[in-house]
């Protein structure tokens, strides 16, 4: 079939250039020009032949033209000739040695192609990151600020990464002080919101993450479950920070202490977890007479194995009083080791030696716990049988090494 049509395709060229000799020979046309002195004079068919072949030559130049250009380019690809070509080779050799830590190659790259990129900003910031590895802190600012000069619009995207990089550098202030900034101008922008949590969780900032939650709850950036827990976490260690201002007297510090309290909600107030935190700060403070009544009320509206422990650690008013209380709540929880602990120690403020050593040592039929061993061992030393004190000592020393491993 091919060579069909290939034979068809040779009669039609030769019936067409037979037609085409023929119409030459019977009409060979006249074509005169002529301007002042010159004068030009040819047949139809020589001149339309003279044009085919000055296109030719004409066409011709061009392509020899455009292949040298190009193998000069080929030589030498930084030529002015090719800006867009340098750019993107600029930036793909950049962007890998970004990702391969090569800092060096990247700086270098990113910021030629930064240079003559039209949307430069990417190149720019990595060439800032790239130059950041190196420890050219000064170099790295100046490509952010190099960056915002050329797209002002992105002052945001510009923002972030300097924060980024002042909080890789230890300048945890100066990242602050940054989204701070971005915080006023954009109050409502993810990112923002979402590193400032996380600085302010980083450094501690108690007071500083409160005060952005309502925000993170209202754009539902975290999770209930999360907020939740972060909201806790800043309110047990905002009193912890007040127990450990050590530039306050104890007076101050614990009226700043309640102060935070009266701040919490009821229900925060009610929390096991928020309540053993403003205890250990009261005891931590010396005032274990108005954590032990606080515990008290709590254990008598629900009971809490966390708070039980800790309030065996407390030293009450009444010391025979405190006793009575932990005791009225063994008979609902009989096989509570925690409870038993907090018996035994009570016992032993009371000088109830006996009745601490059955208490402790039914504490450990239930749990083998270093608090109850190291507590055991103790009131064993006071009453004379070291060597099953120092095997209680042993024994506890080994579940914390357990406990630690594991």
Sequence with gaps: MKRLYLLLLVLAAIVGLTL?????????GYV???YKGFRFESSLWA??????????????????LRFALTSAGLVNPWSGLHERRRTRMAAELGFVD????????????????????????????????????????EDSDALLERALERQPKAELAVALTHAELQLARGQAEAAQDTLQVMRERYPQQHQVLLR?????????????????????????????????????????????????AAEDGREERLAALAKIWQQLSTAQRQEPDMLAAYVEQ????????????????ALKRQYDSHLVRLYGLLHGSDAARQLQVAEGLLQAHPQDAGLLLTLGRLCVHNQLWGKA?????????????????????????QLGEVEAS???FQDGLGLLDRRLAG
């Excluded at 085409?20 to 060979?28: E, F, N, S």
């Excluded at 085919?52 to 020899?64: D, E, F, I, K, Q």
């Excluded at 060096?104 to 930064?114: D, P, Q, T």
């Excluded at 950036?221 to 007040?242: H, P, V, Y």
Aim: with cysteine.
């Design 20 to 28: 085409l000799g023929l119409a030459i020979a019977q009409h060979q």
């Design 32 to 34: 005169l020009l002529a």
């Design 47 to 64: 001149f339309v032949g003279l044009l085919l072949v000055l296109w030719m030559l004409l066409y011709g130049l061009r392509l020899l």
């Design 98 to 137: 970004l990702a391969e830590g090569h800092w060096a190659r990247a700086l270098r790259h990113l910021r030629r192609a930064a240079e003559s990129a039209p949307q430069p900003l990417m190149y720019y910031l990595g060439a800032a990151r790239a130059a950041q590895q190196l420890g050219q802190h």
């Design 196 to 244: 400032l949590q996380q600085l302010y969780l980083q450094q501690q900032d108690w007071s500083g993450l409160l005060g952005l939650l309502p925000e993170l709850r209202k754009q539902r950036l975290l999770g209930d479950a999360t907020l939740s827990e972060l909201e806790r976490q800043a309110w047990r260690g905002r009193m912890a920070s007040i127990g450990q």
């Design 282 to 297: 009261l005891r931590h403070l010396g005032a274990e007479a108005e954590a032990e009544a606080l515990l008290q009320s």
């Design 357 to 381: 050593r059955g208490y402790l040592e039914s504490s450990l039929t239930f749990e083998r716990h270093p608090e109850t061993c190291a507590e055991l061992a103790r009131l064993l030393a």
């Design 390 to 392: 120092n095997q209680l």
